[in-house]
């Protein structure tokens, strides 16, 4: 029997309307647009007027079935990538599953912070070929705005909020998931922390945490710039392919310091790394999602011939992750 081979169908995205440049931060504290342009290559970010991670995400998956004459009854799997649930049950893959009818998903959320996407598609990807049904819905969706403490400056600046997603298919052509390389590291987890909860109940009198986000951003710093050129070169040697046959290598856009720094220890040009982080600063799980779907409304991907992409992510956990796919 042919192996079931897997291939992203189509892709979306969907942000909230409202965009807030660094000068409308600089009024709302002590910070400059030329600190934050420097140190991290964020213009702008979309920020949420109230809607939730699964008001994001259910636009998000409209966007990936538009115009793609889909039966949702066809859709056997929905995982969304997030760190920032609308609350801890139901999951906002399950609100998606209802909205979109799909009523033939399993449903479930998948935490593994900025490197949720890359995990969610890599564990869809498997899923999927044991299932009985076509497709596949992978979303990674943040609403990071609720989870930031606005009086720190250090981190509030950085973040933004949207959702995107690609939904897979089983297919006859040629497989597109070619190598990976996932890894966490436990013990640096207090380098980023979020919503974090203390056990209170009659039995304990525990003060209440904040919950709000934290991070040791010189920690991540030096982590990620260490630990993904090292992952991105073990799916190429794994794979037996060059950097120069890789048409893209498309990074969790958290910082564009961080992505020059990747190129140049790669030795390669940065011209194969798209960036969108100016627009919309660093949207954790939803960051490349949101990047594949602009590069492929672009006509850059899913076009008329074999691209190699990598996709690359590091977050929370810590979780970092390289894939490799060979698409068209
Ligand atoms: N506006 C103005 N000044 C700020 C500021 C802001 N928003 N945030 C911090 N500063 C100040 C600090 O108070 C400090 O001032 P001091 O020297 O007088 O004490 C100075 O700027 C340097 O702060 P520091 O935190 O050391 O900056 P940095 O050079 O490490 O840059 C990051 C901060 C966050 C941009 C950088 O560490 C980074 O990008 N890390 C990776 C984070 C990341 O990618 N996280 C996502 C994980 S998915």
């Not at 990538?81 to 906002?92: C, F, K, L, N, R």
């Not at 986000?213 to 993904?228: A, C, P, Q, W």
């Not at 392919?241 to 048409?247: G, K, M, Y």
Request: net charge negative.
């Amino acid at each position: 029997m042919e192996p079931i081979k897997i291939k992203i169908h189509s892709t979306g995205k969907y942000v909230p309307e409202k965009k807030v440049s660094n000068d409308d931060l600089s009024k709302w504290m002590d910070t400059s647009h030329e600190w934050i342009y420097k140190r991290t290559g964020i213009v702008t970010r979309h920020l949420s007027e109230g809607e939730d991670t699964s008001d994001l995400c259910i636009k998000a998956s409209r966007n990936v079935l538009e115009g793609r004459s889909i039966d949702p009854e066809d859709i056997g799997l929905i995982i969304v990538a997030t760190m920032t649930p609308d609350g801890q049950s139901p999951s906002v893959a399950s609100k998606v599953q209802a909205a979109i009818k799909a009523t033939n998903a399993m449903a479930f959320d998948l935490n593994a912070a900025c490197s949720g996407f890359v995990y969610a598609l890599s564990t869809a990807e498997k899923m999927l070929r044991h299932m009985h049904l076509p497709y596949a819905l992978v979303l990674g969706g943040e609403v990071m705005s609720k989870a930031i403490d606005w009086s720190d400056r250090k981190t509030a600046v950085l973040f933004g909020d949207g959702a995107g997603g690609v939904l897979l298919k089983k297919s006859e052509e040629d497989e597109q998931f070619l190598t990976e390389d996932l890894h966490a590291n436990g013990n640096k987890g207090y380098a980023l922390t979020s919503g974090e909860k203390k056990v209170s109940n009659p039995l304990v009198d525990t003060q209440e945490a904040s919950g709000f986000l934290t991070m040791d951003g010189r920690e991540i710093f030096n982590f990620v710039t260490k630990s993904i050129p090292k992952s991105i070169n073990k799916v190429l040697t794994d794979n037996d392919t060059s950097i120069e046959e890789v048409d893209y290598v498309l990074l969790h856009q958290a910082n564009a310091r961080i992505i020059e720094i990747v190129a140049k220890k790669l030795g390669c040009s940065i011209d194969k790394f798209p960036m969108n982080i100016q627009t919309y600063g660093n949207t954790s799980a939803a960051s490349l999602p949101i990047l594949i779907d602009e590069l492929a409304k672009d006509n850059k991907l899913f076009i008329d011939k074999k691209q190699k992409i990598i996709l690359s992510a590091f977050g929370g956990g810590l979780t970092w992750g390289t894939l490799l796919l060979e698409i068209n």
